[in-house]
């Protein structure tokens, strides 16, 4: 699943549209369309939109035998 695909699920069950998550990004949803078609997020990207949907985003690495990093 991309990274665009994962947004879009979160504004269904956020019950917002994707131009809504955009301006509350501060940012037009031209913009921000441009961003999901280059799949161009960075992690602070990722966190603000955590942030402004009022959930949790997590990174992490995780290795073969289970530890994550």
Do not use: H, W, Y
């Not at 665009?4 to 917002?16: D, G, M």
């Not at 921000?32 to 009022?54: C, H, L, P, W, Y």
């Amino acid at each position: 699943m991309t990274i665009s695909e994962q947004i879009k699920i979160l504004c269904v069950r956020n019950n917002i549209s994707v131009s809504e998550l955009a301006r509350r990004l501060g940012t037009s949803p031209q913009n921000f369309n441009g961003k999901m078609q280059r799949e161009s997020f960075s992690v602070v990207d990722m966190e603000r939109i955590a942030k402004v949907t009022g959930t949790t985003f997590r990174r992490e690495f995780v290795l073969s035998n289970g530890e994550t990093i």
